[in-house]
Each structure stands twice: as structure tokens, then as C-alpha cells.
């Protein structure tokens, strides 16, 4: 008897269906090899450097805004310079790598230092939460040219050359 093997229509692949179908399983195995070592590298990021990055993305915003200003955009800006400042406050409370770094007896003075500059920077953020709340773009540039100099001055004092 001349038996034939009939596959059902719904279980034919044509060529296409079956090269997209390799090679989303390929996507799949890279994906699941790369996650451990992207995985690696967030742990290895210190708990200020994360903080700084949530205060680089609010001085993005802001940044991008100052260029076009617009005033229906002034909740956002306002509410990222809040969260600026939220973030600040407990970069204060932290340890920079490089005072870590540091010979013991002199780590008290830096730690002292950081604090009183992480403070004027802290104010700087409360007067452009103000200026924002006032709608007023000039002040507002003033205010960023400020952020501006106090993150280049603490990044040359207080982060390591890596
Ligand atoms: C608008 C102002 C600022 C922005 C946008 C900013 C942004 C950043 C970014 C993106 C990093 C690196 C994070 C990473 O490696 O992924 C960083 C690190 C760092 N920043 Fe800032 N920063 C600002 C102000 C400041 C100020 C005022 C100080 C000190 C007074 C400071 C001290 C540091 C230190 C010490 C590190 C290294 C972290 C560590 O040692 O663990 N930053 N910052």
C-alpha cells in the first residue's frame, strides 16, 4: 500500500516563514548571552553615579527646552528640576570614589569640601525650580550657565580620571 504522509496546511512553513523564524531565534540566543554582561556593567556603576545619571537626564531636558522655550512645556522642566534637586540631596549623603580613594586622614576635610559645594549646587537647583515656576526663560539661562559651571568644577575636583 502506498502510504503518503499529508501535512496539514497549518503546520507548512514556506522558506520566508522559516528564515524569519531562525533568525528571531537567533536575535533570542544573542539577547540571552549579552543581558549577563550588560547586567555586569549596571552593577559595577557606583549609587551617585546612577543619581547622576537621573540629574544628567533632567539637565537634558531642561537644556533642550531653554533652546526652544516654550511655556506649555514649564511643568516638565519644573518637575525635573525638582527631581534634580531631590537627587542632589542624596548625592550629598554619599561617598565620591576618589575621596574614598583618598590616605584615611585626609577624607574628612574632602567629604567636608564635597558637602558645602553639593550645597551651593543643591540651591542653585531650588532657584531655578523659582525661576521656572516664574515663567522667566532669561533668568532661567542664567540660572542653567550656573549648573553648567558647578557640574565642570565638580567633575574636576571630585571624579576620578577613568
Ligand atoms: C547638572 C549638573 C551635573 C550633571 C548633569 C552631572 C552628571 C554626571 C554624570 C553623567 C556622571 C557619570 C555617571 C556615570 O558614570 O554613568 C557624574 C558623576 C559624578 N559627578 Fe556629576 N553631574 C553634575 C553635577 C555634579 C556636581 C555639582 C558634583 C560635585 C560637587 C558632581 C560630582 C560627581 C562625582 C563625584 C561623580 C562620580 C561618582 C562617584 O565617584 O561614584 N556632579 N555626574
Redesign the pocket.
Known amino acids: 500500500m502506498n502510504k503518503r504522509l499529508i501535512i496539514p496546511d497549518q503546520f507548512r512553513m514556506n522558506a520566508s516563514l522559516l528564515f524569519r523564524k531562525s533568525a528571531l531565534c537567533l536575535a533570542l540566543s544573542l539577547a540571552f548571552a549579552v543581558a549577563p554582561s550588560l547586567q555586569a556593567q549596571t552593577e559595577e556603576?557606583?549609587?551617585?553615579?546612577?543619581r547622576?545619571?537621573i540629574?544628567?537626564d533632567?539637565?537634558?531636558t531642561i537644556g533642550r527646552g531653554l533652546r526652544r522655550p516654550d511655556p506649555s512645556q514649564l511643568p516638565e522642566f519644573i518637575k525635573s528640576a525638582e527631581t534634580?534637586k531631590e537627587e542632589?540631596v542624596k548625592?550629598k549623603e554619599?561617598?565620591?570614589?576618589?575621596?574614598?580613594q583618598m590616605p584615611e586622614d585626609q577624607q574628612a576635610e574632602a567629604i567636608k569640601k564635597?558637602k558645602a559645594?553639593?550645597d551651593?549646587?543643591i540651591a542653585t537647583?531650588e532657584e531655578m525650580k523659582t525661576v521656572l515656576e516664574a515663567g522667566d526663560f532669561e533668568q532661567a539661562n542664567v540660572v542653567f550657565d550656573k549648573?553648567?559651571n558647578?557640574?565642570s568644577?565638580?567633575?574636576e575636583?571630585?571624579?576620578?580620571d577613568?
Open positions: 556603576m557606583t549609587e551617585m553615579e546612577e547622576m545619571d540629574i544628567q533632567g539637565y537634558r534634580m542632589a548625592c554619599l561617598v565620591p570614589l576618589k575621596i574614598k564635597y559645594e553639593m551651593v549646587f537647583l549648573l553648567k558647578e557640574k568644577e565638580g567633575h575636583e571630585w571624579k576620578t577613568d
